[in-house]
């Protein structure tokens, strides 16, 4: 599988990402203070579900660590929210420790809008259907509610190596 709906335009004035916990509370960051965060180079290789994988990819993006250094929490799940109304869940763990970023930058190009531009979420070690495209904040959540395709029978974890393909 791949896009699920038209992709969304999102002008960089009206850009946000944002991050809301389970007491209520939101942080979030404009285009302009997103970029003035510590930038990430990352090198990858993607898996998709359905059985094609991309190897050596490179992006530059922020590190979920980054954008959670202030953020007050005791949940252990999330779920990304995408412009367009795309979900998916990811265990808070699995975002943090250098294995998660927000992607604006594909190939030394700005992130093309068909992928997911102006940024993404990038969770490479899990499959790509995590990686929510157009993204636009963080629900932190103390249960793990599943999300676009893991209602549809995908797997709520993920894992490629564990072939976490279906529930
Ligand atoms: N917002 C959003 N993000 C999404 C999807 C989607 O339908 N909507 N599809 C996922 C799936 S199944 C895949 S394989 C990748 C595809 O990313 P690409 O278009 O950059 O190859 O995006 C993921 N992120
Ligand atoms: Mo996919």
């Given at each position: ?47 998709c579900v359905t ?76 499959y790509?259907w ?24 995908y797997?709520?974890?993920g ?6 393909r279906?529930?």
């Amino acid at each position: 599988m791949l896009t699920a709906g038209p992709a969304p335009n999102i002008p960089l004035a009206d850009w946000e990402f944002f991050i809301t916990t389970e007491t209520g509370q939101r942080h979030a960051w404009s285009w302009e203070s997103f970029m003035a965060l510590p930038q990430a180079e990352i090198h990858a290789d993607i898996h998709c579900v359905t059985s094609w994988s991309r190897l050596g990819t490179s992006w530059r993006g922020v590190s979920l660590d980054t954008l959670f250094e202030d953020v007050d929490t005791r949940s252990g799940f999330a779920t990304a929210h995408s412009y367009g109304g795309y979900t998916t869940n990811v265990p808070l763990n699995d975002l943090l420790g250098g294995r998660a970023w927000v992607a604006w930058e594909f190939d030394g190009e700005p992130l093309e809008r068909a992928h997911g531009g102006p940024a993404r979420l990038l969770v490479p070690h899990l499959y790509f259907w995590k990686s929510a495209k157009w993204v636009h904040g963080i629900e932190l959540t103390q249960d793990d509610v599943p999300g676009f395709w893991e209602s549809n029978g995908y797997h709520l974890h993920g894992d490629p190596w564990r072939e976490e393909r279906y529930s």
